[in-house]
């Protein structure tokens, strides 16, 4: 037997499940500062968004099956996300309903921070009776976005499709946010969800203080800290660094830490935190899980 159709044979794409928001970015780049009462150039553009729908799609354009439960609207802009992410493979699952879909306004100003407006719409209203335990029987990791952990419903859906997974990751919603929830309640989600990895930034580890993981620590054009250590970010020229840390998680997940500084660093020369490309190949030989 040819060792090279044995191998292929006894290896498979990671399957990778994300649950959380299916968005409608809106990335808003200009060319100087914003004047107040006065029409400033800039470049706009429209794209799928949402930390889940982010790491689904870097996770199939990096070669793994990857599936997303989230809620979807029934306007226009949830429309174009859907029809967006669909492009790169990503098995869409969960409910439809009436209403409008999530919007995210990113506009970066002239240091190169970013300021978001948000409407979630109706994509953090799923609730657990909506969950079919079908969509995680398949995947291999559950990845759980932390806006899920915010509120409810969407914090026991989140849990009850933990419950049901093989391995669960969670990456952290913004240190903002799990101050306005309050460290304690958002930490006891975290318990409960059970997640064996973590994703955070340094601001956001720190959100949480007493609760202990296995972390991977985002360090923005520093690179990053993996459980196998600190892996540098090489030099780029950033054009918009709106989902960089999905593309690290998803890349980490799909062939670890060197496909997750590569899918950032490729993430930030791109508009929008789509990956660009349907397909392309990592440089990490861990792309493929053993079966």
């Not at 174009?80 to 869409?92: F, K, M, P, R, T």
């Not at 419903?153 to 946010?177: C, E, G, K, Y």
């Not at 918009?240 to 950032?264: K, M, Q, R, S, W």
Request: proline share 7%; charged share 20%.
């Amino acid at each position: 037997m040819d060792p090279s159709n044995s191998q292929a044979q006894t290896t498979r794409p990671v399957s990778i499940c994300a649950i959380g928001d299916l968005i409608l970015d809106v990335v808003v780049l200009p060319d100087h500062e914003l004047v107040p009462d006065a029409d400033t150039p800039a470049t706009i553009r429209f794209t799928a968004g949402g930390q889940a729908a982010n790491v689904a799609a870097w996770a199939s354009a990096l070669g793994a099956n990857a599936r997303l439960i989230c809620k979807r609207g029934t306007d226009v802009s949830s429309e174009l996300a859907a029809a967006e992410i669909a492009q790169y493979g990503v098995e869409v699952c969960g409910p439809v309903a009436a209403g409008p879909g999530g919007v995210v306004v990113s506009v970066r100003d002239g240091h190169g921070r970013r300021t978001m407006a948000s409407d979630r719409g109706v994509a953090s209203l799923l609730e657990p009776s909506e969950l079919d335990p079908a969509w995680l029987r398949s995947c291999d990791v559950l990845h759980v976005s932390g806006y899920c952990l915010l509120r409810e419903p969407m914090a026991q859906v989140a849990i009850d499709a933990a419950r049901l997974a093989r391995r669960v990751t969670v990456d952290l919603a913004s240190a903002h946010d799990i101050e306005l929830v309050g460290a304690r309640r958002f930490i006891a989600r975290l318990e409960d969800l059970g997640a064996d990895l973590v994703f955070a930034t340094e601001p956001e580890r720190a959100a949480v203080p007493g609760f202990d993981s296995t972390w991977v620590i985002k360090l923005g054009a520093r690179g990053a800290r993996f459980p196998e250590g600190f892996y540098p970010a090489p030099p780029v020229v950033a054009l918009d660094t709106t989902g960089a840390g999905d593309a690290l998680a998803a890349g980490y997940l799909v062939g670890g830490p060197d496909c997750a500084i590569e899918a950032a660093a490729r993430s930030v020369t791109l508009i929008g935190a789509m990956p660009g490309e349907k397909k392309f190949q990592s440089v990490s030989p861990q792309r493929y899980r053993q079966t």
